[in-house]
């Protein structure tokens, strides 16, 4: 959610590209001229490199690294777009777009194109985007506030492009999803949905959460730190983000962080405990044995101020 995109491609009646699930092929060929779709990303530097003939920032927000750090990036690869697209609803992102005349959109008063939203959820989100050709119906089959701001990214895109306005709405209307963002993997007996998603920084697990909290009466969540540096690096804002978001009968599993093999911090241990945060939530312990051996055995612990 936090990145650029850059030689941004339409994808026309019949084709399927990017998205796809089951690890099936994510790209497909197309014409020898046409436009190319990358997605880039500011974790090792090379978003300067980009020379895009339509860019698109949606937000800038704290990952990889501190926002002060990442956003001569950002600045970097909006002088090298031909045009560019930036949302309206991040004030990083809108201030890098202002400095080269970006075209905006989003749900913002100011945006050029304006989002409106009538439904995030629970089952899909719904809403209508006006831009100065006229307004798109935006229906997309997953739920979510995030979702629909993607939506209306990628319709402004395929409108720069040229594609058809009712193109443009069937192909967000039979949109598959992509595999590990709110993917549902299914549904149990008693009607509790069970739902994967790759959410990693604390922006990403704020539109994952309220996503799920849409639909469900109780959530709970099972969160997976990869590798100790970003559990680190993500402390203080767990710290902040979950008090508000969760509610009372809400839990949060702060499961053990999978390492990646990169070093561990000698200072981690300490920094990295979930005890940090200021409300009771669930802490995740070694697995049991026997027949619940898939789940894992977990208590409450009350939270500790730092």
């Not at 400095?99 to 959820?121: F, I, K, M, N």
């Not at 949905?193 to 099972?222: F, W």
């Not at 990869?226 to 978001?245: C, D, S, T, Y």
């Amino acid at each position: 959610m936090d990145h650029a995109r850059g030689e941004v491609a339409g994808d026309g009646p019949g084709r399927r590209g990017a998205g796809r699930r089951g690890g099936e092929r994510l790209l497909l060929p197309g014409p020898a001229d046409g436009p190319v779709l990358a997605e880039a990303c500011e974790s090792d530097g090379t978003l300067t490199g980009y020379h895009p003939g339509i860019g698109l920032i949606h937000n800038i927000s704290r990952d990889h690294g501190e926002v002060d750090a990442l956003r001569p990036q950002f600045e970097a690869f909006a002088r090298h777009a031909s045009r560019l697209l930036v949302s309206a609803d991040s004030a990083d992102a809108a201030a890098v777009g202002r400095a080269v005349q970006a075209l905006t959109y989003g749900a913002h008063p100011s945006a050029d194109a304006r989002l409106e939203v009538a439904s995030a959820g629970p089952d899909r989100a719904v809403g209508a985007l006006r831009a100065r050709s006229g307004t798109l119906t935006l229906d997309v089959p997953q739920p979510g506030r995030h979702n629909l701001d993607n939506a209306a990214a990628a319709a402004l895109v395929a409108l720069e492009l040229g594609i058809p306005p009712r193109a443009i709405e069937a192909a967000i209307a039979r949109f598959p999803g992509v595999a590990r963002r709110y993917e549902v993997i299914g549904v149990t007996g008693d009607g509790i949905r069970v739902v994967d998603d790759y959410a990693h920084n604390g922006e990403k697990l704020r539109a994952a959460i309220t996503t799920a909290q849409l639909g469900a009466p109780r959530l709970v969540a099972v969160f997976q730190p990869h590798g100790f540096g970003p559990a680190r690096f993500l402390r203080p804002e767990l710290k902040a983000l979950l008090p508000r978001l969760l509610r009372a009968q809400d839990r949060f599993c702060y499961a053990e962080i999978f390492y990646a093999g990169a070093p561990w911090p000698r200072t981690c241990r300490a920094d990295c405990s979930p005890r940090t945060c200021r409300r009771p939530f669930v802490v995740a312990t070694r697995p049991t044995t026997g027949p619940s051996s898939s789940g894992c055995r977990a208590r409450r612990a009350q939270a500790t101020r730092c």
